[in-house]
C-alpha cells in the first residue's frame, strides 16, 4: 500500500536546495507505488507542526524544472530546534494524521539531529517511518560528505567576486584606495572564505590574506602583514569570514562597532578590520559585506554543485522506496583530477551535531592563506557554470504563492 | 603626417570601461594613416603627468578582445582633478614631447571638465590636439546622453542581487530575519537604488522601499512604512543609495556609526539604518554592502551597456580622424520599446560639471520607489547577457602588467 511523504527545508537556505527540492520530487513521481501523496511542509519543520502542508502535486513539470533554477527555500525554511518531547510527539501526530509514511528532511548538522529524533521516536511508538536526511548547508561543515550541496555555488560566487573586485582596487590602488576587505559568510568554519583563493592564479593576484574562524586573529601580526602586502603589491585584498574570533575567543564582530545608542553592533566585522587598519596604517579602505547575496546567487551556480544538490534529492527517493532510513545522503569523492563522484549514504546517527572545520592540513604556515592540499580539494567544487534563463535581463527564477491542506487536527497550541 | 595618441582612463572603473577601450584601440588601428602609435597612460591622468606611458601596441588583437571581457580600469585609473596650470602645461610638454595629436580621455563629469580644460590650453599655445571625451560612469549622471556606460551592468548586477536575495529573505522570513537592507552605490543620484526597482515583477515582490539621494530621508516615515511592509509581505527588502541625507542635508552613514576609538565610520549607511529599524522594531534585520562588487561585477554584464560601451570607444576613434575635438560621445535613445539607439556626439563645453539626478517625474509620489516612466527608461539598459569565458570555474579576465616607455622628460617634480 502506498503512503505519504513529507519534505522539509531547514536551517539557511542556499542557491541549489531547491534543486534537491526537485530532484527528489521529479524522482518521488515515478514511484507511485510507494508513495502516494508528496507534501512540503511550509517554512521547515514549523510546518509540520502547525500542519502547514503543501501538496506538491499542484507542481507541473515543468514548474519542477524552473524549482531547480530558483535559488533559496521555494516552500519556506526557518530555524528552529525541536526542544521538547511535547514537539516531537506533535510532529508524530501530525505524520499519523496524514499517513505518512517517509520523511525527507534537507538540511545542515542540526537537522540532522532532529531527522534523527523524529525517526527514534516513531520506532518507539511502533509507528512505521522512513527518515532520510539530505544535506544542505553553504558552511560546507557537514561531516561524512565531500562537500555540503550549496557550498560549492556559494564557493564560486565568492571567488569570481574577489577576482573582481580585485581587478578595481588594483587598478586605482595608485592613487586612491589600498585595501579592500570583504566579509562573507561562515561562523565556525573557515571555508567560504578559503575558497576565496581560488581566485589567485599566481602570486600577487588577490586575495592576499584570509581571516579564518580557525585561526585565532592577532591584529598586531595581521596590520603588519597588510603593511607588507600593500608595499610590495601595491594594495591588499582581505576576505574574512564573520566568525573571526580574537584570542579570547570572542567574536571580532562584537568588539567594535557601537550603533548611535552606544548598542554594540554585530555582523560588522569588515567595518570593524578597517578602522583597525586605517587607524594603524592611514591607507584608504573598502569593504563590502555580501551577506544573502552570496547564498542566493543563483546566477553563479557550480554546475558541479547544481548536479550533486539535484543527485543527493534523486538518491533520497530511491534509498526511500528501496526501505532504507535513518541515513544521510552523501557525496563521496572517487578521484580529485578529474573531479569524480558517486552518492552515497551514512547511518544519521554518525553526522547529527558533528561540525566539519577545516582541517589544520588545508591552513597555510602563516595562518592566512591554504595549502595546495585544499587547492586540491576546493578547485572541482566551483567547475561549470549552470546559468538560469534569464527574462527581460534577469534571471527567470519562480515565486509561488502556496494553498494549503486542510488541517485535520486541532491547532497546535504552542504554534511557533 | 600621422601623429600618436594617448588614452586615459578616470575616476571610479567599471564593468565595460576596458570594453571602450578595446573598442577605441581596434577601431584606431584601422586609421594608420592618421594614428601612428597609440599609448595609454598609466594610471589615468597621472600617467600622463608622470611620463608613464604604455604602448599599446603590445596587445594582440586577442588580448584586445580580452580587455573587452575584463572589468575594471586595465591601465589604472585614477581620481585627481588638475588643480593648477602648472599641471596643465605639464600634461602639454608631455604631448609636446610625444607628438601627441589626440587625447581620449574615459571618464565622468569631472573628466569631461579636464578634457575640455585640457583642449582650451593647447589651442591657446597653438599646439594642435583634438581632445575626446568618452563617457564612462556607473552613477549614470552625465548628462546628454541617454545613459553613462557602465551604469547598465551595475543596474543589472543590483537588480538580480535584490532578486535573488529577496527569495532568501522571503523564504525565512516566518521565523528568521524580517528586514533586509542592501546599500549601493550613488552618492548624489540615486540611478543604481532606483535600478533595483527592476527586480519586482508584480506588487510585493522585493525591493519593497527604495531610499534616494534625491529624496530627504525621515526617519519616523521610513520605519512606519518598514513596519507596513512586514504586516502586509511578511517581510522587507530595502535598497539605500550610498549618498541618502537627512532632512538637515547630512549623509546618514555618517550619523551613525563611530569604531572603538569613538570616530565616525563611513560608508555604513547600511547597518546605521538597521540599527534603527532594530531599536524601534525589534526585528530581525541583515544587511549587505555591495561596495566594489558591484561595479566590478562583468560576469553579470548587460550585454545592451557592454554594446553601447564599446560603441561609444570605436566613436571616438572615427570622430578623432574625421577631425572633431571637444566632443564627449553619447548614446541617443531612437525609441523605448524595442530599445533602439545611436552614437552621437555633444560639445564637451555643454556637459562638463553637469550632474544628472533622478528627474522628479521618475520618483513615486511616497519617494520610496520609482514610477512606470522610469522603469520604461531603466529597462532597456539591463537586457541582454554577455558573459566573459569561465576557465576552471572562474571568469577568465586578463591581468596585465605593462612595460612603462623611458621617459623623454626630467621627472614631474609635482609628482603625485
Request: net charge negative; aromatic share 8%.
Amino acid at each position: 500500500m502506498p503512503r505519504n511523504a513529507i519534505y522539509a527545508q531547514s536551517g539557511g537556505v542556499t542557491p541549489v536546495i531547491n534543486a534537491s527540492a526537485a530532484g527528489l520530487l521529479l524522482t518521488a513521481r515515478q514511484y507511485p507505488q510507494h508513495i502516494e501523496r508528496f507534501f512540503a511542509a511550509k517554512n521547515g519543520i514549523l510546518g509540520v507542526l502547525n500542519e502547514a502542508l503543501i501538496d506538491t502535486a499542484v507542481l507541473s513539470e515543468r514548474e519542477l524544472h524552473q524549482l531547480k533554477q530558483t535559488p533559496s527555500g521555494a516552500f519556506g525554511s526557518c530555524r528552529h530546534k525541536l526542544k521538547t518531547d511535547a514537539e516531537l510527539k506533535r510532529l508524530l501526530a501530525v505524520f499519523q494524521a496524514w499517513d505518512i509514511g517517509y520523511f525527507f528532511y534537507n538540511g545542515g548538522g542540526d537537522s540532522a539531529d532532529t531527522c534523527l529524533r523524529v525517526s527514534e521516536l516513531a520506532r518507539a511508538a511502533n509507528y512505521p517511518l522512513q527518515a532520510i536526511h539530505i544535506p544542505k548547508t553553504i558552511d560546507n561543515d557537514l561531516p561524512l560528505t565531500d562537500c555540503s550541496p550549496g557550498f560549492g555555488s556559494v564557493a564560486k560566487y565568492v571567488a569570481t567576486s574577489v577576482r573582481e573586485a580585485g581587478l578595481d582596487v588594483a587598478s586605482m590602488a595608485a592613487s586612491s584606495t589600498k585595501v579592500f576587505v570583504l566579509e562573507v559568510m561562515g561562523r565556525h568554519a573557515g571555508w567560504i572564505a578559503a575558497a576565496s583563493a581560488l581566485a589567485s592564479r599566481q602570486a600577487g593576484e588577490p586575495p592576499h590574506l584570509i581571516l579564518l574562524p580557525e585561526v585565532p586573529f592577532e591584529s598586531e601580526r595581521f596590520i603588519t602583514l597588510v603593511q607588507d602586502t600593500v608595499a610590495r603589491y601595491g594594495y591588499a585584498v582581505i576576505v574574512a569570514a564573520e566568525g573571526v574570533k580574537d584570542t579570547s575567543g570572542q567574536f571580532l564582530s562584537e568588539t567594535g562597532l557601537r550603533d548611535a545608542f552606544g548598542h554594540a553592533q554585530l555582523g560588522g566585522l569588515a567595518p570593524t578590520l578597517v578602522a583597525q587598519i586605517k587607524a594603524a596604517t592611514g591607507f584608504k579602505c573598502h569593504w563590502a559585506v555580501a551577506d544573502y547575496l552570496q547564498r542566493a546567487a543563483r546566477h553563479l551556480a557550480s554546475a558541479t554543485d547544481l548536479a550533486q544538490a539535484v543527485a543527493v534529492g534523486e538518491a533520497a527517493a530511491q534509498l526511500a522506496v528501496a526501505g532504507q532510513s535513518e541515513v544521510m545522503i552523501t557525496v563521496e569523492r572517487l578521484s580529485d583530477k578529474p573531479y569524480t563522484w558517486e552518492i552515497g549514504a551514512v547511518p544519521l546517527a554518525m553526522v547529527a551535531n558533528v561540525e566539519k572545520t577545516m582541517p589544520p592540513e588545508f591552513i597555510d604556515a602563516q595562518g592566512f592563506g591554504i595549502t595546495d592540499l585544499a587547492r586540491r580539494y576546493l578547485s572541482p567544487l566551483i567547475q561549470g557554470e549552470a546559468p538560469p534563463p534569464f527574462i527581460d535581463g534577469l534571471p527567470d527564477y519562480g515565486f509561488w504563492q502556496w494553498q494549503l491542506e486542510t488541517p485535520r487536527l486541532p491547532r497546535y497550541s504552542q504554534e511557533v
